[in-house]
């Protein structure tokens, strides 16, 4: 089993910026996707970003709200994966989580159905 947690989420002003941490534990795992998505009140959860862990060259995928705002990393060395979130706007106001598939190859999906493993979620506000 693999367990997710994630962290760095708070309330911030328009055009400011945060940065979330999804730390991996458990049966970790040295390749695969881990995905960041979001859900806000009343609205189905989607995919933000997407990155292949493993690799030195590990390869992005963002979806279009996000591009050139969101940047997402790997640390290996912690089994972690950030989220750097500039320019925040009050549409990226939700619950923010990671999940992980270990069992994908270096092409990554973005959709809620090909990620067994999820985190508890972290809040994200954006104030206008």
């Known amino acids: 089993q693999v367990q997710l947690v994630e962290s760095g989420g708070g309330s911030v002003q328009a055009g400011g910026s945060l940065r979330l941490s999804c730390a991996a534990s458990g049966d970790t795992y040295s390749s695969g996707c881990v995905a960041w998505f979001r859900q806000a009140p009343g609205k189905e959860r989607e995919g933000v970003a997407v990155?292949?862990?493993?690799?030195?060259?590990?390869?992005?995928y963002y979806v279009d709200s996000v591009k050139g705002r969101f940047t997402i990393s790997q640390d290996n060395a912690k089994n972690t994966v950030f989220l750097q979130m500039n320019s925040l706007k009050p549409e990226d106001t939700a619950m923010y989580y990671c999940?992980?598939?270990?069992?994908?190859?270096?092409?990554?999906?973005?959709?809620?159905?090909?990620?067994?493993?999820w985190g508890q979620g972290t809040q994200v506000t954006v104030s206008s």
């Open positions: 990155i292949y862990v493993g690799d030195d060259d590990s390869s992005t």
């Open positions: 999940a992980a598939d270990p069992t994908s190859g270096s092409y990554c999906s973005i959709y809620v159905r090909d990620f067994g493993y």
